[in-house]
């Protein structure tokens, strides 16, 4: 079967980085995205990977390995705001999304 | 960007009436939507990929007379939650993606959710 496996939750200090990983075994792999989720509200995206390698954007970076099925989210400078669930997600052969539990950030000031 | 509305945000229903979801992408077509549903403290599952001109393809599981989806047009897609009952109290969303980009994301653009409370 497909799985995706995040932490379900993870605590972190307002101006530390936190690292949110997410592991992955899907049929195919066509891309895989993070997604945040304020309570409450839809997800929005935050970022896309489909090579190996780190992608940065702003405060946020995200890396994937496909050979290890690895990725993980990258938060830096974290701020109160950043408190919220962060989704992984993988778009599999059949480019369907196959989604995470999300994992839910808790920043502490 | 690509935006995508949804209404109502919430609705409070009686057990047995129907409840009439709206999905709308505002600045691009949709040839397809997606239903998406969470439970508290839970991630999202897909319902129905919703086609424009065609029937809506259901999940495993999900009953397509329960849920009726309709995609009359190309930036519309309705979702319909007949004789409801509380077990189908949930946050509904959909989602669509307008076509792709150079990074070839296809990137999924949410609408804000509809929470159904059946009493």
């Known amino acids: 079967g497909q799985n995706i496996d995040q932490p379900t939750e993870m605590t972190a200090t307002e101006g530390a980085i936190v690292q949110i990983n997410c592991t992955y075994q899907?049929?195919?792999?066509?891309?895989l995205f993070w997604y945040q989720q304020h309570a409450g509200e839809a997800p929005t995206f935050l970022s896309y990977n489909v090579l190996d390698g780190l992608e940065e954007k702003g405060r946020f970076s995200s890396f994937l390995s496909r050979s290890k099925g690895y990725s993980y989210l990258l938060l830096k400078e974290l701020q109160m705001k950043d408190s919220a669930s962060y989704l992984c997600?993988?778009?599999?052969?059949?480019?369907?999304?196959?989604w995470g539990a999300g994992t839910k950030l808790i920043i502490k000031p | 960007g690509a935006v995508v509305s949804q209404h109502p945000s919430w609705v409070i229903c009686k057990s047995g009436t129907s409840v009439k979801i709206e999905c709308r992408s505002l600045d691009f077509q949709a040839t397809t939507m997606f239903w998406y549903r969470q439970f508290p403290k839970q991630s999202l599952m897909l319902m129905a990929t919703s086609n424009e001109g065609s029937k809506a393809t259901y999940e495993q599981g999900v009953e397509k007379d329960k849920f009726l989806i309709n995609h009359a047009s190309l930036t519309l897609s309705t979702l319909t939650v007949t004789s409801a009952h509380p077990e189908d109290s949930s946050f509904y969303i959909c989602?669509?993606?307008?076509?792709?980009?150079?990074?070839?994301?296809?990137?999924?653009?949410f609408g804000a959710g509809s929470r159904l409370t059946v009493l």
């Open positions: 989602s669509a993606s307008n076509g792709g980009s150079s990074s070839g994301a296809n990137v999924l653009t």
């Open positions: 997600a993988v778009r599999d052969s059949n480019y369907q999304l196959i």
């Open positions: 899907t049929s195919g792999f066509n891309g």
